[in-house]
């Protein structure tokens, strides 16, 4: 849920202030979020080893969904450090798109939470 609140709060400054650049601390706290997610998809590959992404997993499809928003995460940060200045920001666009993704990512969390 914080990342939730995180990428609000991102998108509204940056609405707000959309002629300056975005400050540092939102680098930062983007990064500490993927390796956080990056180490949560690791573990659940040492756990489960190839069942994490079988057919006969029940929640397959979420696995291959964090699996993928995991991937746009980390395939943005690197964008963003290789090419501060880019000409053509689409690209970066539709990264932000997964970003907002991960919302539905949060609800399975929560709902996982309340399963339990």
Known sequence: LINVAVIGFQADWTVKHYQ????DSFLVVDMLFVAAFTAEIILRLISEGC????LQNPVWTWNWFDAILVGTAITEEVVKQTWKTAPDMSAM???????????????RVARMFRDL
Do not use: Q
């Not at 300056?20 to 400050?23: A, G, I, V």
């Not at 069942?51 to 079988?54: G, L, N, S, V």
């Not at 798109?97 to 990512?105: D, K």
């Open 51 to 54: 069942f994490y992404f079988t």
């Open 93 to 107: 666009r539709v990264l932000r798109i997964f970003r907002f993704m991960r919302l539905a990512r949060i609800i």
């Open 20 to 23: 300056e650049p975005s400050p």
